[in-house]
């Protein structure tokens, strides 16, 4: 079994903005606000990023019409004891999932992590 660091992306809608730094703040405040509710806090919230389609500059991931913003983040949560990347996306997908109903989520990146002798041994998300 092997621990793993699942990285994915969120669509997150923020409605009644006027500025897309306002609405990455509204996105990741209300993200986190749902994973604590849930005992989730060991998932990390970040804006996320996208490539400039002309220059490839990476800038925030946030679309602004009619006061009203698509926001990309991104959640990184570690699987500990997993039997394979397969296995440790499904378990990040249902914890993150679970907790943040009716948000489109796609896993991005899983990366396979070094043990720790501290680490819990039962499986499950840290």
């Known amino acids: 079994m092997s621990n793993y660091a699942v990285a994915m992306e969120a669509a997150w809608l923020v409605r009644d903005v006027e500025e897309t730094d306002d609405a990455i703040g509204v996105a990741v405040s209300e993200a986190g606000k749902r ?55 499904r378990i990040a997908k249902s914890e993150v999932g679970g907790a943040l109903r009716d948000v489109p989520l796609e896993v991005i990146d899983v990366m396979e992590t070094e043990a720790d002798d501290d680490e819990e041994s039962d499986g499950s998300a840290r």
Do not use: M, R, W
């Open 35 to 89: 994973l604590n509710e849930t005992d989730k806090q060991y998932v990390e919230v970040e804006p996320g990023v996208t490539g400039c389609p002309a220059c490839g500059e990476p800038f925030d991931a946030a679309f602004l019409a009619a006061n009203t913003a698509l926001v990309g983040l991104l959640l990184e949560i570690d699987v500990f004891n997993a039997d394979s990347e397969e296995h440790a996306e």
